[in-house]
Each structure stands twice: as structure tokens, then as C-alpha cells.
């Protein structure tokens, strides 16, 4: 049986307010999902404009508020994939990270996605602590 990596988790309570995908009106909400398996003894650096968030394991999120205007999201492992985000106050914007073969190690994909593809990866995922 394959290892998994784990990471610090989130609070359980905070877990489920932020399932309930609220936007605050005066900022721009960001999930950065991993809701796979695949790669599962991994661990991702997450970064937001230059930041360090925490890292990512299989099944794990990271929400983070930001100001509106242009943020980016970076996340690191065998290579770095950066995404930018125009944030608008009140929306929630959804970031699935994905796991790829490597050469040596797993690689990283960002992607923006969709509303309702991104609540439902949420939902299979669970709120990690960040740093």
C-alpha cells in the first residue's frame, strides 16, 4: 500500500462555513482545491501573490480572502504553474490543483473552473491549516 502525505488540518467548524460558499461583499473569496487521490503521498506548496499559504495534500483546500483586483496563485512541486485571478468583491472563484505525472516527481496543474464544478470539488475536499 502506497503512503499518504498529510498535512496540518483545518478546523472542522470553519470547514463547514466555508462549504456554505458565503461571499463576503466587500472582498473576493478564492478555494484552492485538490480533490483527487491521485499523487496522494505528495505534498503541494500553495502561494498567493508571493505568499505562502501551506501545503496541499490528496482531498485537501485552502480558502483565502483577497482584495478585488489582480491576485495570483502559485503552486509548487516538480515544476511551479501559476494562475491569475481578476478579483471582484462579493465572488467566490474556485482553483483546481492537479496532480501530473513528473519525471521525477508529481507535477502541478492550476486551473480556473466553473461554480458548480468547483463546489462540488470543495465539498469532496477538507480545509487544511495554513500558515
Not at 49 to 68: L, R
Not at 96 to 122: F, P
Request: net charge neutral.
Amino acid at each position: 500500500m502506497v503512503g499518504c502525505a498529510s498535512v496540518p488540518m483545518g478546523d472542522a467548524k470553519k470547514d463547514a462555513e466555508l462549504k456554505s460558499f458565503t461571499p463576503k461583499p466587500d472582498v473576493a473569496g478564492v478555494y484552492i482545491y485538490r480533490n483527487e487521490s491521485f499523487g496522494a503521498a505528495i505534498r503541494m506548496d500553495v502561494e498567493v501573490d508571493g505568499k505562502p499559504v501551506g501545503q496541499t495534500a490528496a482531498k485537501t483546500y485552502f480558502y483565502k480572502e483577497v482584495t478585488p483586483g489582480k491576485h495570483t496563485v502559485t503552486s509548487k512541486s516538480e515544476n511551479s504553474d501559476t494562475i491569475e485571478v481578476d478579483a471582484v468583491a462579493g465572488k467566490l472563484y474556485y482553483i483546481w490543483q492537479e496532480v501530473k505525472m513528473g519525471l521525477l516527481y508529481a507535477r502541478t496543474k492550476l486551473s480556473l473552473v466553473g461554480e458548480e464544478e468547483g463546489k462540488k470539488g470543495v465539498q469532496e475536499s477538507q480545509l487544511a491549516a495554513g500558515q
